[in-house]
């Protein structure tokens, strides 16, 4: 019998039956949004909010207001959300982090130890070189960035590293 290859003829009740369809039923999802994360060539508005969402949960799980903001590939905002009673300033540092860490295609803690301090001071102000910013890569390639600002500098790079992981795993 075909099901007793298959450790079917263990299954006593309905509920062992239920159970596995539960559990292949999971492992096919796991597979299925795995497939769809490694065809992700690009970053648009639906999985920026996913993006948004989970840098939202990680900064209140840390008791922290911020600003997310995410770019796509070509430095272009696709979603600016700001926690209330975040930082003003916050909004135009959150923009900025997500926009160099794209341009430059690095973590925006990087830019000073790459030896690029002159570029910063080059692009009028578009460019920073503090954390919290860092390009979003899908199987090696460049999607867009994510820019984290209202916490402290490793803050944000937790936030900004958290929601990459929730999102891409």
Do not use: H, W
């Not at 008791?63 to 770019?71: P, Q, R």
């Not at 000073?112 to 860092?134: A, Q, R, W, Y």
Request: proline share 1%; net charge positive.
């Amino acid at each position: 019998n075909e099901y007793k290859s298959l450790g079917c003829e263990k299954m006593n009740s309905g509920k062992e039956y239920e159970d596995l369809v539960k559990i292949v039923q999971e492992k096919v999802q796991q597979v299925l949004e795995k497939t769809k994360k490694s065809n992700i060539t690009s970053l648009d508005l639906e999985l920026s909010i996913k993006f948004s969402k989970a840098s939202i949960r990680k900064a209140n799980e840390l008791g922290i207001k911020i600003v997310v903001a995410l770019a796509d590939k070509n430095g272009n905002l696709t979603l600016l959300n700001r926690m209330g009673d975040s930082l003003i300033a916050s909004i135009e540092l959150a923009q900025k982090k997500a926009y160099t860490s794209v341009v430059l295609n690095m973590c925006t803690s990087e830019v000073s130890k790459s030896g690029l301090v002159g570029i910063v001071s080059s692009m009028e102000g578009k460019i920073v070189s503090f954390g919290g910013g860092i390009p979003i890569k899908n199987n090696e390639k460049l999607i867009g960035g994510i820019g984290i600002s209202g916490g402290t500098v490793e803050q944000d790079i937790e936030i900004a590293q958290y929601a990459i992981n929730a999102v891409l795993g």
